[in-house]
T-cell receptor, first 117, second 112 residues
Framework: AQKVTQAQTEISVVEKEDVTLDCVYE???????LFWYKQPPSGELVFLIR??????QNEISGRYSWNFQKSTSSFNFTITASQVVDSAVYFC??????????????FGRGTSLIVHP | DAGVTQSPTHLIKTRGQQVTLRCSPK?????VSWYQQALGQGPQFIFQ???????QRGNFPDRFSGHQFPNYSSELNVNALLLGDSALYLC???????????FGPGTRLTVL
């Protein structure tokens, strides 16, 4: 069974600080996909990034970066120079291939990020 | 390019009533999934529809049912509402065989 753990319930930072959101996952599959979604107060889950289990190359996209380490089953997300608009709940998710070829993500409980001006 | 849309935005019902929520997928997507998100929790998978049939189902009772139409839009029906059904209901769409889902803004259901 797949499982995602986000141990940080809430993180509070001051604008321009760097912040890292932790995600640890469990899966028995060798092929799986990892995601980060952002949920602002409006409620919509916004897709941020996807990584497959064969691609451990870390990525930087603007102020966002991701650190995927299979050895520790972690997929951490860092925001550099945080801004007030980054305030949201961030969800890490894991998908394995289900029967029939569908993918159903399992989500963590989310980390609430509050960025103070 | 229109994203995933859901209606209504908010809904208030009383215990025992029935409710229908609607979802239109992102253009080009043929698969629709529904999730329930309780306050302070991550989304929980209800079911997924593809080719007008339920393809996968999560751990939800039969009071939760759905439908997909030929234009790929979908409905979620919940019968005999309970107070515990109060939540944000999210619809997500994807292309068949794709591992990435895109979410709509959700419908906030309150059961009194």
């Amino acid at each position: 069974a797949q499982k995602v753990t986000q141990a940080q319930t809430e993180i509070s930072v001051v604008e321009k600080e760097d912040v890292t959101l932790d995600c640890v996952y469990e899966t028995r599959d060798t092929t799986y996909y990892l995601f980060w979604y952002k949920q602002p107060p409006s409620g919509e889950l916004v897709f941020l990034i996807r990584r497959n289990s064969f691609d451990e190359q870390n990525e930087i996209s603007g102020r966002y970066s991701w650190n995927f380490q299979k050895s520790t089953s972690s997929f951490n997300f860092t925001i550099t120079a945080s801004q007030v608009v980054d305030s949201a709940v961030y969800f890490c998710a894991l998908s394995e291939a289900a029967s029939g070829g569908s993918y159903i993500p399992t989500f963590g409980r989310g980390t609430s990020l509050i960025v103070h001006p | 390019d229109a994203g995933v849309t859901q209606s209504p935005t908010h809904l208030i019902k009383t215990r025992g009533q029935q409710v229908t929520l609607r979802c239109s997928p992102k253009s080009g997507h043929d698969t629709v999934s529904w999730y329930q998100q309780a306050l302070g929790q991550g989304p929980q998978f209800i079911f997924q529809y593809y080719e007008e049939e339920e393809r996968q189902r999560g751990n939800f009772p039969d009071r939760f049912s759905g439908h997909q139409f030929p234009n790929y839009s979908s409905e979620l029906n919940v019968n005999a509402l309970l107070l515990g059904d109060s939540a944000l209901y999210l619809c997500a769409s994807s292309s068949s065989g794709s591992d990435t889902q895109y979410f709509g803004p959700g419908t906030r259901l309150t059961v009194l």
